[in-house]
């Protein structure tokens, strides 16, 4: 992946807005266990109850609160507190709030900042929490023991019928010191402070109580209201959730659609040279289904890469925050899952590379067969080639499914790790709840950030799993976008003299195909006058086709220079060369669509006259026009709706609609029959007199009336001349020229 990462550039701000609102989903989903914590711990067991500091309480309570403050501190608490009693001029509001205030003044918490009120809340739980505790002793004198006054404090001393609070507001301070030692050390293994507040909030849930003060509806206004905050944040989740799917859907989409286009681009560049590294079955697979491969795992990694570690690394943190003592759950999890995942990379990994290479012979065989039909039913190898489809197809299968059995227990061993790691948690958190070390809010949170944490392992895994694939796809696509083009515009071009004239020299050109041990052509040389017809003949593979694709560079010569109109070709751009070439293939192509959009392919502005008149030309006016559709008639793909005479016919029109300077002809008069092929070299002639023009042919009728003929033989040139010098001086010529004499004549 690292080598295709220049194309996720143009992305660079829908990722950076993606990672922003994982950073927000991540968030939002961490957040959202502390919130059912809460409504377990305080809605539930607290009664809504979650501050020490009261919002009223009765003139005793604070009272006896003061005895175990100082007297700043308990300045203090009473300068924020206003007493309200018969005479205030409120009392009748301030009595349907507190019916408790019919038989006592009560203090009511005045507005405070968040400022004050957690130093009031420090100062006051602690002594809250003492005096509720002496209260509940003064009621049940047996509970002492438990509620850790034993050592400081003995009931059994004070005088009959004395208040417990004024015995303890005559205690030495060392005693009541003694007593704010016993209340730390008991709720130290409790969790300390915490502890003491939500003891402290439970006094003032009594208090409350005491006041007359509807407790139910604050237990239902404080859930309903966390409640509410949790439906927002779920919301915010969603929100961003369904964002970042849209933005990885376009990032992903977007990097296929930029690959796909660079690789066509690439490859429309390739010359031979580059087509000799890849077959055509190879470049279709990169450029379908490997890129399918990289959009999958993009998705995958937008969503997922940025989101994993953020919710596995806070979810350990907060689950750390709920309860210290059990992070060696989430640590066996992880490290069992980690081996999980180690093991099926190393098992599947290397099978990801070889699925590549399977699809790519799949479609090779596919492609071969489709294309060859009439070769395989002609020959009776239905069975054999279904064998062979066969075969290719059973092991890409065999692949597939090993990888799918390898993936299939997954998500099997996840649930199991995950249920495993719940059953452990309810064991040891039951115990720790039966002991008061925790509250069972924050284990109900901890299950929930263990599964977090599991599930983003689980996401990480995944992306292990499918990475391989993805990175062997991009380093095929890679290996096609990074293959260097041989065939390049210069760096300083030159241009055409004016006026331009079709004239054609090779110069001692040599030319060798990529990795060959030796060269193809072998010390050429001829010279083309502007206007003059030239036929190349030879034996099979003797270089013909080699020497006309060097003029139009579809091949660079390894030694000499080609020149056209007396610059070398090298030094021309290819669009300005080409421009001046109308090339016909050794083999027809024809497009899909209509016979006029095949024929536009050469020159899209030219006119109908110049369609027809081209069409006349090639020969392929009886055939076309002889149709209601005329020049609209349908081309099936590769023009397989035609004959192959036809198809030539169409394809030397296509050429002839360009009206160049040079044509080149490669053995395009092949599959026609030899009256046909002489109407159409008359018709040539006739109409392309200014023209140089290049016919590679195996006939002798097709090229005997040119003005000059080039025998091959070997890849060297071992005659040159006319019809009648040839026939003199070269006895290969010679030799072919009477093999078809018989056939001459009947043309």
């Not at 025998?711 to 010098?725: C, M, N, P, Y």
């Amino acid at each position: 992946m690292r080598r295709i990462l220049k194309y996720y550039k143009p992305f660079s701000l829908l990722l950076i807005a993606a990672i922003v609102l994982l950073f927000v989903q991540a968030n939002a989903d961490l957040a959202l266990p502390d919130y059912m914590a809460d409504i377990v711990n305080v809605g539930i067991q607290q009664n809504g109850v979650d501050s020490p500091l009261p919002e009223a309480a009765r003139q005793s309570t604070l009272e006896h609160t003061g005895i175990f403050m100082t007297a700043e501190e308990e300045s203090d608490v009473l300068a924020n507190y206003t007493l309200i009693d018969a005479n205030s001029p409120d009392y009748e509001s301030y009595l349907e709030d507190y019916p408790a205030l019919a038989d006592e003044a009560v203090y009511v918490l005045q507005e405070v900042d968040a400022e004050t009120r957690a130093s009031l809340e420090a100062i006051l739980s602690k002594p809250l929490l003492i005096s509720f505790g002496i209260q509940q002793i003064s009621e049940n004198p047996d509970q002492a023991d438990m509620l850790f006054l034993s050592g400081g404090f003995d009931l059994s001393k004070l005088p009959a019928g004395m208040d417990i609070f004024s015995a303890m507001e005559m205690m030495p301070e060392s005693q009541k010191s003694q007593i704010s030692t016993a209340l730390d050390e008991r709720f130290e293994a409790l969790g300390g402070e915490r502890a003491i507040r939500m003891a402290a909030s439970r006094a003032v849930l009594a208090e409350y109580e005491s006041l007359g003060i509807d407790t139910a509806a604050i237990q239902r206004d404080y859930i309903l209201h966390v409640g509410g905050i949790m439906l927002l944040i779920a919301l915010v989740s969603a929100v961003a959730t369904i964002t970042v799917g849209l933005l990885s859907a376009r990032v992903a989409a977007g990097v296929a659609r930029d690959l796909r286009r660079a690789l066509y681009e690439h490859v429309l560049r390739f010359s031979g040279t580059e087509f000799s590294r890849f077959s055509t079955a190879s470049l279709i697979t990169r450029s379908t289904n490997d890129i399918t491969q990289i959009q999958s795992v993009t998705t995958m990694l937008v969503r997922m890469m940025f989101f994993a570690p953020i919710i596995g690394i806070g979810a350990i943190f907060h689950a750390l925050d709920k309860s210290p003592s059990m992070w060696w759950i989430i640590a066996l999890a992880v490290a069992v899952l980690l081996s999980m995942i180690a093991t099926i990379f190393s098992v599947a990994g290397p099978k990801f590379k070889i699925i590549q290479q399977l699809i790519d012979r799949l479609n090779l065989i596919a492609r071969e067969n489709l294309t060859g039909m009439m070769v395989v039913r002609a020959f009776g190898r239905e069975k054999g080639e279904e064998k062979r489809f066969n075969s290719a197809n059973q092991d890409l299968t065999d692949t597939n499914l090993f990888i799918s059995r390898v993936f299939v227990i997954v998500m099997p061993f996840m649930m199991l790790i995950m249920n495993g790691a719940t059953m452990l948690i309810l064991w040891i958190g039951s115990h720790e709840v039966a002991q008061a070390q925790m509250q069972v809010g924050d284990m109900m949170a901890f299950m929930q950030y263990a599964i977090q944490v599991v599930f983003a392992f689980m996401m990480l895994s995944m992306l292990f799993i499918t990475y391989p694939r993805a990175d062997v796809s991009a380093n095929r696509i890679a290996d096609v976008l990074e293959t260097d083009i041989t065939i390049l515009d210069p760096k300083e071009p030159k241009h055409f003299p004016e006026p331009f004239q079709p004239t054609i020299e090779f110069r001692s050109v040599s030319s060798r195909y990529p990795k060959a041990e030796s060269d193809v052509l072998h010390n050429i040389s001829f010279k083309v006058e502007a206007g003059q017809t030239v036929g190349i003949m030879g034996t099979t593979g003797s270089g013909k086709s080699t020497v006309v694709d060097l003029i139009p560079r579809f091949f660079d010569v390894t030694k000499g220079q080609i020149l056209v109109n007396g610059t070398d070709v090298r030094d021309l751009p290819l669009s300005e060369l080409r421009e001046v070439i109308g090339y016909v293939p050794q083999t027809s192509n024809l497009f899909t669509g209509t016979v006029e959009s095949n024929l536009r392919f050469a020159s899209e502005d030219a006119d109908e006259e110049t369609l027809h008149q081209a069409l006349e030309i090639a020969q392929a006016g009886d055939f076309v026009f002889s149709t209601p559709e005329e020049i609209q008639a349908e081309v099936s793909q590769g023009g397989i709706n035609f004959s192959g005479g036809q198809k030539q016919r169409l394809t030397i029109a296509r050429a002839l609609v360009k009206k160049s300077p040079i044509y080149i002809f490669d053995d395009s008069f092949s599959a026609l029959d030899y009256k046909t092929d002489a109407r159409l070299r008359r018709a040539l002639i006739k109409h392309l007199g200014g023209s140089t023009i290049f016919i590679v042919s195996q006939r002798v009728a097709t090229i005997k009336n040119a003005g000059k003929i080039l025998v091959l033989d070997e890849g060297r040139l071992i005659g040159k001349g006319t019809h009648q010098d040839l026939m003199q001086s070269c006895d290969v010529y010679r030799e072919i020229a009477l093999s078809q004499l018989k056939q001459e004549a009947l043309a």
